[in-house]
């Protein structure tokens, strides 16, 4: 548990640059052993795990802002100069950053739970979208203050994809037995990584259940808090070969009207509607904002 919340610390403080000893504190455990576990449990070493992550940020606002400062760039993910992250950026990802978002923009459409959506099949005019809305069953979308969630989870790492949620729900749910294991109701899939520039054997989703006051997880469940803040809140009723289609449209929802997602990660929460051996899928997917829409 204390290797999970090693990982979000780091994810959620990139821009520091945390060291060992920072991060083994903020965790609560001795940093003279940690740095074994964490690489036994991840297979990278703390050091390597955080440089992936920064380069992977970096990528990441490329995408979404190529024509962001490369200074302001690097400062937010904890260098120096431009100079310097400029060739981390070249050892990580063999080519300069301008080449990247050359490259990026090259190729097809993002991947399956993509969290940057800077490409979309889908005009970013609404009239436009109807069409493709419909086909994936887009019900409603809204911009909402949303408060924290207190949360069991079970990690998997890996692709994302429906099956990796759903075989995690039943263990998650199996390990609380006042509950229902095939109740989909309010289960929770949190993306933590971007598959455009992580590989898919590092890719982090978190299956989770809301905790009620004082309930307690069972034994190996771990619990976080998902941050509260303003989200944008997409609904879908959708089968499962459209679960990709209401992805880029949720984003592409949010980029057409002037909306910046934040550096927290987007989730996706199930209506009881869901049913698993349809292959039918009701939910919210929650993206979260850096501001919220001009009045």
């Not at 052993?33 to 390597?48: D, L, M, N, S, Y």
Request: charge should be neutral.
């Amino acid at each position: 548990m204390q290797v999970f919340k090693a990982m979000d610390y780091i994810s959620q403080n990139l821009c520091f640059n945390p060291t060992l000893e920072e991060i083994a504190s903020a965790v609560a455990v001795s940093s003279f052993h940690f740095h074994r576990i964490f690489k036994a449990q991840v297979g990278e070493t703390i050091a390597g795990f955080t440089r992936r992550l920064r380069m992977e940020r970096a990528a990441m606002w490329l995408i979404e802002s190529p024509r962001k400062d490369i200074t302001d760039l690097a400062l937010r993910v904890g260098f120096s100069s431009s100079q310097n992250f400029a060739k981390a950026f070249r050892q990580h990802f063999s080519v300069s950053p301008g080449e990247f978002y050359r490259q990026y923009s090259a190729e097809t459409k993002s991947k399956t739970g993509n969290v940057g959506a800077e490409k979309s099949t889908y005009s970013l005019r609404d009239e436009d979208m109807q069409s493709g809305w419909q086909e994936a069953n887009f019900v409603s979308a809204s911009i909402v203050s949303q408060p924290a969630r207190r949360v069991a989870y079970m990690r998997r790492f890996g692709a994302y994809g429906k099956e990796t949620c759903w075989l995690t729900h039943q263990d998650l749910f199996n390990s609380f037995p006042v509950r229902t294991p095939l109740q989909p109701a309010g289960m929770i899939c949190i993306y933590w990584d971007a598959p455009e520039v992580t590989l898919e054997s590092r890719c982090r989703t978190d299956v989770c259940i809301e905790l009620h006051d004082g309930e307690k997880p069972g034994r190996g469940v771990a619990v976080q808090t998902i941050a509260g803040g303003t989200y944008a809140v997409c609904k879908f009723a959708v089968y499962g070969e459209h679960l990709d289609t209401a992805w880029d449209i949720a984003f592409a929802w949010i980029k057409n009207r002037g909306l910046t997602r934040s550096d927290i990660p987007c989730y996706e929460k199930y209506y009881n509607e869901t049913d698993v051996a349809l292959d039918y899928y009701v939910f919210d997917i929650f993206i979260p904002l850096k501001s919220t829409p001009a009045v």
